[in-house]
Structure formats: C-alpha cells, structure tokens
C-alpha cells in the first residue's frame, strides 16, 4: 500500500509545471505556461514536457525555487527540478538582431507580448493560463495563432522573410512541425523558409542531424520528406552527398512501417527515394557523405550501410543462398533493415524472402541456434588454439544449420576429422 501511495503522489509534468506556475504568481509575478506545449495541449496531444514563461527574472526564479539549474542565463533560462520532472523557465524576452543566422546577438527581458513576437511561428507563440477560472481566461494569444491551429496552418510570426532571415534552422523546423501536426505551411512563410533558410547559414551539422532525424523517424516521415524537398531544404541538408535530387519521391520511405523509428534506416529508404543505388561503391560513398553533413554516429552509419547492403543482397541472391550461407545472413545486422527496405521497394521479393525464411527457422534447427560447439570443447578434445580454430568452429556450425550435426557427439567427430 505504500508503494502505490507513493506512486500516487508522484505529480505528471503538468503538475510540475503548474507547481511552478503557482509559486511564481504566489511571489507576485506573472506566469503561463508556453511554446509547444501550449500547441499540443490545445490539439488535444499530451505534450512530452512543459515550459514556463514568466516576468520573474534568473536570479529571482534560483532563490523560489530550491533545485535550479541555469542553462542559459544570457538568455533568461533556468531549469526548474520538481521530482522526477524539470521545468523549463524562460523570463520573458526580446531579441536582438541574429547576426550569425542562429541566435540573438542580445536579448532584453520583456513582456508577455513581445516575448510572444520574437517566437518562431504563431501556434508555438500562445500562452496558456493552467490556474484560469474559466477556459475564456485559459488561452493568450497576441499573434493569431488560435485562428491558426483551427485552420491547422503553420506561420510565421509577424514578417516571415525576417523570421526566417534570423534563424535557419527554422525552416528545417517547419518542414518537421508541418509534417508532425498535419499542417499547410502558410504560403508566405514557404516562400521565405526558400529564399532565406536554403544555406542554412549559421546552422550547426548537429542541430541539422537533429531536425532531419527528428522528421524522418516519425510516422509522418513521408510529408516530412515532402516538404524538405517543396522547400528547397534537401540540397543543403545533404550537402555533398552524390545523389540526383529528382528522383521518385518518398515512396520507400513511405513503406518502411515501424522500421523507420530507426534512423539508419530511414535515412537509407529516403536516399534510395533520391536515386541512390544500392551498390557498394555507392554506398560507400553516401555513407561518408552524410556522415559528414549530417554528423552521424557510428551506430547510425552503420545502420544505414547495413541496411541497404541487406537489400543489395537480398535482390542478388540470397534465396538462392545454401542452407547455412543464407540462416546466417538471416540472423546478421543486415537482415532487418534489408528486408524493411525490400518490403517497401519490392513487395513481391518480399513475400519470397519471408516465405523463405519462415521455412528455414521451422526446420527443426532454427535460424540461429547456440552453437553446440565452443572453443572450448576443442581444447578439451586436446586441439590447441590457433588459426584453425575458427575455420573449424564454422564448418561445424555451418553443418549444425543444415541440420547434419544434431548432437554434441556428430558436432566432435566431424571436428575430429576437420583438424587431421
């Protein structure tokens, strides 16, 4: 009982944050909840966090709040630690100019108002009020970005072409935001992410990795890349990447399911989408590509040449594999991307290599056994270590996947005989 009274008195981040609401308009200050999650809440979407916008300045906000952490004093915010939630508190604030395409070379503390007009695009640029008496008090909007949400458009706050001009990434995050939400994006905001957001001047590789990835692992992935691409936005993204940019459309990357949570994979279906050929030179070279203009990590390069290297394999002859060759491959890093890729380019294929593999994993061996010979086993049979070893281990495996060597005793003889 008290495990589940524990459980019961831990807030949701909403709690949290209307916890640090209610502190900050206890101490005499003005307070709402902002940003995105005001957006969310207001489409009936449960918002991952919760940020806070107020006129109490850093150092007031340290001394109300026991646990606090600044991570952008310069520009007035501090992070608000209420177990196991933090809440992001902004002071209100205007921008100077962004002289470097990314960020305000100064910011002045403000009002409700302007801190609403320096913000991006008008639905992320409400404010909510959580303590409100009643819900015509809940909502402030200074930008019109309630006539906005109703009509699911997504624009820029005041001159686009100046909102744009300031921060590059912005673009980038209206590709992702308008594929998200299912929202147009407002024609004149379009324009200016064309003219202005192109270069993405001043934008880091890694805050680009980070809208791309962002975009193309959510099951909008497809109108994400739609968009990318209406906008101008592939070119600058895939800075040097060798890849014809007229090519089909987002048809792979819209068939890749669930798989597309992995970014290495998305990122394969979306370039074979601009004409890349799953050959290995080629896959080499994007490979080094994008991990340049996109920062990736080992990991996700891997993933992404691991997976178009499945697809190569599974169009050039893995159905025609011997038993052991092929449950190998099946059971390696290349399979599952392969094949998430093959399902969406080729279903017909598809549909073979399952069948295939179903058959394989039920006779009576299975796709990836333990192997009923180790190392070990062979040092006891008084073989010693060497260059050998692995040849032999293999053979044996390879016999014990097609099923000649069933039992530990078949597994040594044949070892016996393989190390005369």
Known sequence: MTGRRQRESIPTARDAAAAVVRTLRGAGFTAYFAGGCVRDELLGVEPSDYDVATDATPEIIAKLFPRTAEVGAHFGVVLVKMYPHVVEVATFRADGDYTDKRRPDSVRFSSPEEDARRRDFTVNALFLDPLAASPAERVIDFVGGLNDLKSRVLRAVGDPEKRLAEDH????????????????????????????ARELAGVSRERIHDEVAATLTHPSRMRGAELLRDLGLEAPVLAGLPLSLAGRGPRVLAGIGGAGSNFGVALAAWCLDMGLRAEPGAVDAAADALRRALVLSNEERA???????????????????????????AAGPCWAGGLALARADDANLAARVEARARELEADGVGLAPPPLLTG???IAMGHKAGPKFKAVLESVYDAQLEGRVRDLGAARELASSLCV
């Open 169 to 196: 990434l912005r673009g980038l995050r209206a590709a992702r935001l308008g594929a998200k939400l299912g929202f147009e994006i407002e024609p004149g905001t379009a324009g200016a992410i064309r003219l202005h």
């Open 376 to 378: 070990d086993h062979l």
């Open 303 to 329: 993933e992404f040449h691991a997976s178009l290297t499945g697809l190569r394999v599974l169009r050039e002859g893995w159905l025609a594999m011997p038993v052991a060759q092929a449950k190998r491959f």
